[in-house]
Nanobody, 123 residues
Framework: QVQLVESGGGLVQPGGSLRLSCVTS????????MAWYRQAPGKERELVAS???????????IYSDSVKGRFTISRDNTKNTVFLQMNSLQFDDTAVYYC?????????????WGQGTQVTVSS
């Protein structure tokens, strides 16, 4: 059974920091590209950051323009976990953040979503 379990969300003041974690199980983590998406109320889900498989694609990272320079995505293949370090948080960062596993580089091309974790930036 595949599971993606996010944690680390919460309430933070503008300018503050949070670190999200996504622990995965049931997938060959090292071969998956991992990503964080977010969805704010009334808006579509959008890509925040992605990190490719280090084994297949050198761990290439991509960031949306809105978070570039403030957020950092990383992965720990020994723990099957992907992280999102979020600094200098702004009101517009308020959203539910979802972990995403993309198996596009391996047979089966499976995709999986976590349940999401709420991040609220408020003074």
């Amino acid at each position: 059974q595949v599971q993606l379990v996010e944690s680390g969300g919460g309430l933070v003041q503008p300018g503050g920091s949070l670190r999200l974690s996504c622990v995965t199980s049931g997938i060959a983590f090292i071969y998956y590209d991992m990503a964080w998406y977010r969805q704010a109320p009334g808006k579509e889900r959008e890509l925040v950051a992605s990190i490719a498989s280090e084994t297949i694609a050198d761990g290439l990272t991509i960031y949306s323009d809105s978070v570039k320079g403030r957020f950092t995505i990383s992965r720990d293949n020994t723990k099957n976990t992907v992280f999102l370090q979020m600094n200098s948080l702004q009101f517009d960062d308020t959203a539910v953040y979802y972990c995403y596993a993309d198996g596009k580089r391996i047979a089966g091309d499976r995709k999986y979503w976590g349940q999401g974790t709420q991040v609220t930036v408020s003074s």
